[in-house]
């Protein structure tokens, strides 16, 4: 059976609805509560298009995690949701403002 792989950042901040969608033949790196998330240019689901650049990204903390697994006929559907907050802080020294 074939997997397909899909990711779902959801912005806690606004009404809780993905933002953005991520689809791939193999997993997605792991990710744990707490650990910081910058958008740097993702296509907006409403329509919107980027709104962050790698110059000018809008950082977030993961808040939440949610797995979904799903068998839809001959395929095998791995979602993941992350819920993000607003990062409010000081970016790392070791990554770029």
Known sequence: MKSKYVLYLCDTSWKHEPIAKFTSETPFHSVQVG????????????????????????????????????????????????NLELFHGQASPVWPE
């Open 35 to 82: 650990d910081r998330f910058d958008d740097i240019g993702w296509n907006r689901l409403n329509g919107v298009g980027p709104i962050a650049t790698p110059s000018k990204p809008i950082r977030y903390t993961v808040h939440s995690i949610k797995h979904l697994i799903e068998e839809s006929g001959e395929e095998l559907l791995i979602q993941y949701n992350l």
